[in-house]
């Protein structure tokens, strides 16, 4: 068993690197010398595209607060001040995530607020969305003013110091072995007994079964010849990798129908969502699927059609894949060659 502090207590708990970020920056933790804290925080602008506009001996004291509260409005993971001995203070204001994204109305509402509050001059702060895990792959949401981290750039900024606490190194290690994770992904599936094998994945210390899919996923998408239009997020049941160009609105005996394709698990499925103010018939719902059920076999000689269920998302059409015994390769060439069969057929309908 490892005897890494993040390992022991969860790299999955966005609290965990709060506590250590605020532990390294904070003027109160003197076992880290003000020079290295200066540092990281020059880094953080340059890696803003930000000039800092404050030297080293203008710091007068950092303080970092975790869950920064806006009373039950709000809450920030944390928000760093650097007081200045001749200037307004400057703020860092940092989201943190692992395996899930914020949405688009949070970094917005948090932005807005903090502003409203503490800043008057917003060249005085920064925004930073700092993503530690699987959400590093994850389809984004519109960050506003949020500077966004992935895990490397996030390596990059607080790595590499002579600080001898075991609480920094243990930090960075965890940081640098969840990189290595993403990384290693495909040759670590390729070694494992198979993809189900819980205790494979947790000796490997993957978290699963969302974030190790969203790895999984993304190294496929590296293999497609549609690599950008790719979006890898949470179906709240299962994991999804999305064809982002392939939603296709259909007016279908005469009621409206999106089509969408989408990974989920280990299967690629052909979709159809149901307008819930002009619904589909069920009955005409599975004349749908027989159709489709016919175009695709008879287009790509494998797969099959799905069970007669109705609902508002419908599966009318899989293709089933073993991500653990086909090369990542053949898999998205599959793929590829099924979406250039099927969806250019599906606009005709």
Not at 124 to 134: D, E, Q, R, T
Request: with cysteine.
């Amino acid at each position: 068993m490892s005897n890494n502090f993040v390992n022991i207590v969860g790299y999955q708990l966005e609290k965990v690197h709060t506590g250590v970020i605020s532990w390294i920056l904070d003027t109160e933790n003197k076992t880290v010398s003000l020079q290295i804290k200066f540092e990281i925080i020059r880094r953080i602008y340059k890696m803003c595209n930000k000039a800092i506009d404050f030297q080293l001996n203008e710091i007068k004291n950092i303080n970092c607060f975790p869950e920064y509260s806006f009373g039950r409005k709000r809450k920030i993971d944390l928000v760093i001040k650097i007081d200045l001995f001749n200037s307004t203070p400057r703020y860092l204001v940092i989201e943190m995530k692992v395996d899930s994204i914020p949405t688009s109305d949070q970094l917005q509402g948090t932005q807005f607020d903090f502003n409203q509050k503490n800043v008057s001059d917003q060249n005085n702060v920064l925004f930073l969305l700092f993503l530690f895990g699987s959400a590093q792959v994850c389809e984004q949401p519109e960050l506003y003013n949020f500077n966004l981290f992935r895990l490397p750039w996030i390596l990059e900024v607080f790595a590499g110091f002579p600080i001898e606490e075991y609480i920094y190194k243990d930090w960075i290690a965890s940081l640098e072995n969840e990189n290595l994770r993403k990384i290693h992904i495909k040759s670590e599936l390729e070694n494992a007994p198979e993809i189900w094998d819980d205790s494979y994945w947790k000796k490997k210390r993957y978290r699963t079964w969302f974030p190790l899919f969203y790895y999984i996923y993304h190294e496929l998408k590296c293999h497609s010849k549609r690599f950008e239009e790719w979006d890898i997020y949470s179906g709240q049941n299962n994991p999804v990798m999305n064809w982002r160009n392939g939603c296709l609105h259909k007016d279908i005996l005469g009621h409206p129908i999106k089509f969408y394709w989408e990974f989920n698990y280990e299967d690629f499925v052909l979709k159809a969502m149901i307008d819930e103010h002009n619904k589909l018939s069920h009955d005409d719902l599975n004349w749908l699927r027989d159709e489709v059920g016919t175009i695709c076999h008879h287009e790509t000689h494998y797969g099959r059609k799905t069970q007669y269920r109705y609902g508002t998302y419908n599966s009318l059409y899989k293709w089933e894949f073993d991500f653990k015994n086909q090369d990542i390769t053949f898999i998205m060439k599959k793929v590829d060659e099924i979406l250039d069969k099927i969806h250019p057929i599906l606009t005709l309908l």
